[in-house]
Nanobody
Framework: DVQLQASGGGLVQPGGSLRLSCETSGFPFHEYIIGWFRQTPGKEREGVACIGDRYGSTYPLESVEGRFSISKDNTKGTAYLQMNDLKPEDTAVYYC????????????WGKGTQVTVSS
């Protein structure tokens, strides 16, 4: 049973940082590409970053390049999203999922984590 659980969100001021975690179980983590996505009310979910051992990392969302960094720990089956210099427009619910090599989700969403950037 594939499971992914995002955590680490919260309220942060503009310019602040957060580190999100994506804990996984039920599949061979090191063989999969993991992606982070975000969604705000009324908008479609958008891809933020993806990472895989043979895939490397990619950031489909240009607005986060240079500010966000994706990483993974195969020993823990966990992926991370380090978010620096946060802006109010980064406010969203963040989710993780397994993805295709095109960083498209494989539709196994777990519970997301709310990130709110506000002064």
């Amino acid at each position: 049973d594939v499971q992914l659980q995002a955590s680490g969100g919260g309220l942060v001021q503009p310019g602040g940082s957060l580190r999100l975690s994506c804990e996984t179980s039920g599949f061979p983590f090191h063989e999969y590409i993991i992606g982070w996505f975000r969604q705000t009310p009324g908008k479609e979910r958008e891809g933020v970053a993806c990472i895989g051992d043979r895939y490397g990392s990619t950031y489909p969302l240009e607005s986060v390049e240079g500010r966000f960094s994706i990483s993974k720990d195969n020993t823990k089956g966990t992926a991370y999203l380090q978010m620096n210099d946060l802006k109010p427009e980064d406010t969203a619910v963040y989710y993780c999922a397994t993805v295709t090599p095109l960083c498209r989700p494989l539709d196994n969403w777990g519970k997301g984590t709310q990130v709110t950037v506000s002064s």
